[in-house]
């Protein structure tokens, strides 16, 4: 079955960077879009960053284009988010996610930005 397991999340104070990591397992990774959403406590969910399946584009919210770069690696079924100059309201908890099917999310890591 579809599997995304994302990683990496924590506590950083702003200006600090973390970087995500989402397995990916139970179908043809190398085939699909992917993309990282977040969500903030009483915010609805928001599409952060995509990459196409051989990872030639990507996309980005305005909120963080410039500071966030998404990658993959196919050979590993691993798509990664380097967040870089993070603010406080890049808090939030961070899903990976894909269309196989149906919409396939991973359980989310939370993201903290404090000093």
């Known amino acids: 079955q579809v599997q995304l397991v994302e990683s990496g999340g924590g506590l950083v104070q702003p200006g600090g960077s973390l970087r995500l990591s989402c397995a990916a397992s139970?179908?043809?990774?190398?085939?699909?879009?992917m993309s990282w959403y977040r969500q903030a406590p009483g915010k609805e969910r928001e599409l952060v960053a995509s990459?196409?399946?051989?990872?030639?584009?990507?996309s980005y919210a305005v909120s963080v284009k410039g500071r966030f770069t998404i990658s993959r690696d196919n050979a590993k079924n691993t798509v990664y988010l380097q967040m870089n100059s993070l603010k406080p309201e890049d808090t939030a908890v961070y899903y990976c996610t894909t269309l196989v099917g149906q919409r396939r999310w991973g359980q989310g890591t939370q993201v903290t930005v404090s000093s």
């Open positions: 990459i196409t399946s051989a990872g030639g584009t990507t």
């Open positions: 139970g179908f043809t990774f190398s085939s699909y879009i």
